[in-house]
């Protein structure tokens, strides 16, 4: 009995003592040595060898890496139309693996919801995208993929494997992915004839676009204000007028360019920014909001988020 029980901690020691040389192992290697010894990311490796971001992964900068496997890459490649990895614009294809980075060791205990800034860049700015982290059921990024296997750590960050590939997010993007702006979306897309999400989606001209976003809040207090009980009652040309007075196109307005007394110039009216101990806006109504949230980027324009909805001129 003394030597089967023996024999058992043995057994049990030497896979205690394999499952630690294995995390020390991994704690030795830089991401680019993880995924260069991993198969399952054999297409994650071809991808930063054809981007030339190898070497970045391979420094001592420590970084949070957000991992697709081969199966992410794939779909990824099937749903934009392409053959193969090498059919994908060079260009694009660094800026959505620089979309998965994100600067400093962000374990899965530290994650909470809300955005941060990933090393992929706006094209007019170089202001750097936001990724939208979503903690609530697991870890959801962009409302779109999902953390399958947290925490690898590495000798220069953190590895957590992801069941799709990242894809540039757009302002729709974010709209739909953030709970915050669910009024906001049943607005932009409460008359057929809407084209908002087409539009906001868009890539190309008119893009980019700079987009106030009112919060639920926000629409909740405009509807008690005009004594509607939901936006069904509020009459669609009234919607649309107020939904263009949200949105700039053709730039991508940065709250540094913001300056006191300016007036922004929508695709509706206008309103004015006033700038003191904080941000606001006046509409054409007299109405002041806050500018509470500044500067949550997107791959086609900017989301600045506002506490009050903007109304047109009211007649």
């Given amino acids: 009995m003394k030597k089967r029980l023996f024999q058992l901690s043995l057994i049990c020691f030497s896979l205690l003592f394999v499952s630690c040389s294995d995390d020390d192992d991994d704690k030795q290697m830089t991401i680019a040595d993880y995924v260069a010894s991993s198969a399952n990311y054999s297409s994650l490796k071809a991808a930063l060898d054809r981007a030339g971001l190898t070497a970045t992964l391979d420094a001592s900068t420590s970084f949070t890496v957000f991992a697709p496997d081969n199966a992410a890459f794939s779909a990824f490649l099937e749903d934009n139309g392409f053959a193969s990895l090498n059919d994908v614009p060079v260009g694009v294809l660094t800026e959505v693996l620089l979309n998965h980075v994100v600067v400093g060791v962000n374990r899965s205990s530290s994650?909470?919801?809300?955005?941060?800034?990933?090393?992929?860049?706006?094209?007019?700015?170089?202001?750097?995208?936001?990724?939208?982290?979503?903690?609530?059921?697991?870890?959801?990024?962009?409302?779109?993929?999902?953390?399958?296997?947290?925490?690898?750590?590495?000798?220069?960050?953190?590895?957590?494997?992801?069941?799709?590939?990242?894809?540039?997010?757009?302002?729709?993007?974010?709209?739909?992915?953030?709970?915050?702006?669910?009024?906001?979306?049943?607005?932009?897309?409460?008359?057929?004839?809407?084209?908002?999400?087409?539009?906001?989606?868009?890539?190309?001209?008119?893009?980019?676009?700079?987009?106030?976003?009112?919060?639920?809040?926000?629409?909740?207090?405009?509807?008690?204000?005009?004594?509607?009980?939901?936006?069904?009652?509020?009459?669609?040309?009234?919607?649309?007028?107020?939904?263009?007075?949200?949105?700039?196109?053709?730039?991508?307005?940065?709250?540094?360019?913001?300056?006191?007394?300016?007036?922004?110039?929508?695709?509706?009216?206008?309103?004015?920014?006033?700038?003191?101990?904080?941000?606001?806006?006046?509409?054409l109504n007299g109405r002041t909001g806050n500018i509470v949230v500044t500067d949550v980027q997107a791959s086609n324009g900017v989301i600045h988020v506002v506490d009050k909805v903007i109304l047109p001129q009211l007649d």
């Fill in 111 to 283: 994650l909470t919801t809300g955005y941060v800034k990933t090393l992929a860049k706006e094209n007019t700015t170089d202001n750097e995208i936001d990724m939208y982290i979503n903690t609530e059921d697991g870890v959801l990024i962009n409302g779109q993929s999902s953390v399958v296997a947290a925490d690898i750590d590495v000798s220069n960050g953190v590895i957590h494997a992801v069941d799709k590939v990242i894809g540039l997010p757009t302002v729709v993007t974010f709209a739909t992915a953030d709970a915050t702006f669910s009024t906001l979306v049943a607005a932009l897309t409460a008359d057929p004839g809407f084209t908002y999400v087409t539009t906001l989606s868009s890539t190309t001209a008119p893009a980019p676009f700079t987009v106030f976003a009112p919060t639920n809040t926000a629409f909740g207090n405009l509807l008690t204000q005009l004594g509607a009980n939901s936006l069904g009652d509020i009459p669609i040309p009234t919607v649309q007028a107020t939904l263009n007075t949200h949105v700039i196109a053709g730039a991508n307005v940065l709250s540094s360019s913001l300056t006191n007394g300016m007036t922004v110039t929508t695709l509706g009216d206008s309103f004015t920014i006033n700038l003191g101990t904080s941000a606001t806006f006046t509409d």
